[in-house]
């Protein structure tokens, strides 16, 4: 295309400069122009306001707590952290859990969007709701598989899904209604390669911070369209490397579509 | 009198914290984050759909902050804006910059970011939740056309002449389409109120 050579030229490249959609040498041309022209400064500063607005457009994820830590790290406000609890992130970094007190109170990775006491049946459905979609949003995989579990504990008015991204190797248990496991004691969560229950993998442990609540657990491993999930009672504060009771939540995600996935 | 914690730091203008931070203040700059953490992390994650490269944009915007908050011009924007504006650049950029980032978002994705869908969360958040419902109502007023052209660009990355050739429209017409966007909602927003806006910038 031409450079822009008059002024109606450059008016006219002010809305896709606030919007980044320029093509580098228009967008450098219209830089280098902004500096001599007050009229072109004005105009981009409140079409930049506008197209600021747009940053609220997507639905709102709270950051991950890495990234004001860095801020307060980098500018000073926190001295470096001995590596002791660390949270997990998507990176694969291993959720390091241990006992604090005598009080044995385990660091949890669960991320409880409520710490409230749900009373109000619209407030538990909101929050169900709510839960999964930021559950949907964590794992940001169109394709994930869900799976739901039942067993034992759903008997008892437990409800978990597990939200599955084989893409990404990475998922959220979005768990309500399992009452905290004894102390000294944890819940963990297993995939199963093929929803083979004796292959089980030891995938995370957990324990809540509060309850109740709909509660979400993130998680990282190796999964598969076929990875079922199974949720077993094993000691704390790391849980055990293989199964050592019968699962009280297990689910199989559900049969491919005949023709191919 | 310095009181400690960002929560002291609520009332505050903007540009107040800024001059703050200017002189070093890092609770000032955390307090910042505090009011634009989220929508600058929101941005970043539905842009580049990822969360590590989505950490980094958000780093560095802050960062920048730090360090050229004494060359703050105020003459040319908000913080907010600049916050919220370095954000966007720096996401769009990287995705024109990995191929597979583009790859992974192809145009209907883009698209399918429907502005006035209902999201269930931010109900809580007062402000975010103001600011949110009135340019998302002021984009679902524009005509389609006008729309997607700003979608495509913000979202999407996709430069003028690349939404020309997806729209099968001449480059001029994709111009003035994304113009007239833009002034639609310029007098749509300025019409709610600045002030209701971005309550800690003064006009």
Same mark, same amino acid.
């Given at each position: 295309?031409?450079?822009?050579?008059?002024?109606?030229?450059?008016?006219?490249?002010?809305?896709?400069? =606030?919007?980044?959609?320029?093509? $580098?040498?228009?967008?450098? =041309?219209?830089?280098?122009?902004?500096?001599?022209?007050?009229?072109?400064? +004005?105009?981009?500063?409140?079409?930049?306001?506008?197209?600021?607005s747009?940053a609220y457009v997507p639905p709102a994820?709270?950051?991950?707590?890495?990234?004001?830590?860095?801020?307060?790290?980098?500018?000073?406000? +926190?001295?470096? %952290?001995?590596?002791?609890?660390?949270?997990?992130? @998507?990176?694969? +970094?291993?959720?390091?859990?241990?006992?604090?007190?005598?009080?044995?109170?385990? =660091?949890?990775?669960?991320?409880?969007?409520?710490?409230? =006491?749900?009373?109000?049946?619209?407030?538990?459905?909101?929050?169900?709701?709510?839960?999964?979609?930021?559950?949907? %949003?964590?794992?940001?995989?169109?394709?994930?598989?869900?799976?739901?579990?039942?067993?034992?504990?759903?008997?008892?008015?437990?409800?978990?899904?597990?939200?599955?991204?084989?893409?990404?190797?990475?998922?959220?248990?979005?768990?309500?209604?399992?009452?905290? $496991?004894?102390?000294?004691?944890? @819940?963990?969560? @297993?995939?199963?390669?093929?929803?083979?229950? +004796?292959?089980?993998?030891?995938?995370?442990?957990? %324990?809540?911070?509060?309850?109740?609540?709909?509660?979400?657990?993130?998680?990282?491993?190796?999964?598969?369209?076929?990875?079922?999930?199974?949720?077993?009672?094993?000691?704390?504060?790391?849980?055990?490397?293989?199964?050592?009771?019968?699962?009280?939540?297990?689910?199989?995600?559900?049969? $491919?579509?005949?023709?191919?996935? | 009198?310095?009181?400690?914690?960002?929560?002291?730091?609520?009332?505050?203008?903007?540009?107040?914290?800024?001059?703050?931070?200017? &002189?070093?203040?890092?609770?000032?700059?955390?307090?910042?984050?505090?009011?634009?953490?989220e929508a600058?992390?929101s941005?970043?994650?539905?842009? #580049?759909?990822?969360?590590?490269?989505?950490?980094?944009?958000?780093?560095?915007?802050?960062?920048?902050?730090?360090?050229?908050?004494?060359?703050?011009?105020?003459?040319?924007?908000?913080?907010?804006?600049?916050?919220?504006?370095?954000?966007?650049?720096?996401?769009?950029?990287?995705?024109?910059?990995?191929?597979?980032?583009?790859?992974?978002?192809?145009? &209907?994705?883009?698209?399918?970011?429907?502005?006035?869908?209902p999201s269930g969360l931010d109900d809580e958040v007062e402000v975010g939740g103001l600011i949110r419902s009135r340019i998302r109502t002021?984009?679902?007023?524009?005509? &389609?056309?006008?729309?997607?052209?700003?979608?495509?660009?913000?979202?999407?990355?996709?430069?003028?002449? &690349?939404?020309?050739?997806?729209?099968?429209?001449?480059?001029?017409?994709?111009?003035?389409?994304?113009?007239?966007?833009?002034?639609?909602?310029?007098?749509? #927003?300025?019409?709610a109120?600045?002030?209701e806006q971005f309550p800690?910038?003064?006009?």
């Open positions: 295309m031409d450079p822009p050579v008059n002024h109606t030229d450059f008016e006219e490249l002010a809305a896709g400069f =606030a919007l980044g959609a320029l093509e $580098p040498d228009e967008e450098q =041309a219209f830089q280098r122009h902004l500096e001599g022209c007050g009229a072109c400064r +004005t105009s981009v500063r409140d079409l930049e306001e506008v197209s600021a747009f994820v709270e950051p991950p707590p890495s990234l004001r830590a860095w801020l307060r790290r980098r500018t000073g406000l +926190t001295l470096r %952290r001995r590596a002791a609890r660390r949270i997990g992130t @998507w990176q694969g +970094t291993r959720v390091l859990v241990r006992a604090l007190a005598a009080a044995a109170v385990l =660091a949890v990775l669960a991320l409880s969007l409520w710490n409230l =006491a749900l009373r109000d049946q619209q407030q538990i459905d909101r929050a169900r709701i709510a839960t999964l979609q930021a559950a949907a %949003r964590m794992v940001n995989d169109g394709t994930a598989t869900r799976v739901a579990l039942s067993g034992s504990a759903a008997e008892s008015g437990a409800r978990a899904t597990v939200l599955a991204s084989s893409l990404k190797d990475r998922g959220v248990l979005v768990i309500e209604g399992l009452p905290q $496991p004894p102390p000294g004691r944890v @819940w963990e969560l @297993w995939s199963l390669p093929q929803g083979d229950v +004796t292959q089980a993998v030891k995938t995370i442990a957990f %324990r809540f911070r509060s309850q109740p609540g709909v509660h979400t657990v993130q998680f990282s491993t190796h999964l598969t369209p076929t990875t079922g999930f199974a949720i077993t009672e094993e000691p704390g504060p790391a849980g055990s490397a293989h199964p050592t009771s019968d699962p009280v939540l297990f689910g199989v995600p559900p049969p $491919p579509r005949p023709g191919g996935a | 009198m310095r009181v400690r914690g960002s929560r002291a730091y609520r009332a505050p203008q903007d540009s107040h914290l800024v001059a703050l931070v200017a &002189e070093g203040d890092a609770t000032a700059l955390e307090a910042l984050y505090d009011r634009y953490g600058a992390w941005l970043a994650l539905r842009i #580049l759909a990822d969360q590590s490269l989505a950490e980094a944009v958000v780093r560095e915007v802050f960062l920048s902050l730090w360090r050229e908050a004494r060359r703050f011009d105020p003459a040319r924007g908000t913080v907010a804006t600049y916050l919220l504006s370095t954000t966007h650049h720096r996401a769009v950029d990287m995705v024109r910059r990995e191929e597979n980032l583009r790859r992974r978002h192809g145009p &209907e994705k883009v698209l399918a970011l429907a502005p006035d869908e002021a984009l679902a007023g524009l005509p &389609e056309p006008q729309r997607e052209a700003l979608m495509l660009a913000y979202f999407g990355g996709y430069t003028q002449r &690349e939404i020309a050739s997806l729209a099968g429209v001449p480059l001029d017409t994709v111009k003035a389409r994304m113009a007239a966007g833009m002034r639609r909602l310029k007098d749509e #927003l300025r019409e109120g600045r002030q800690w910038t003064p006009r």
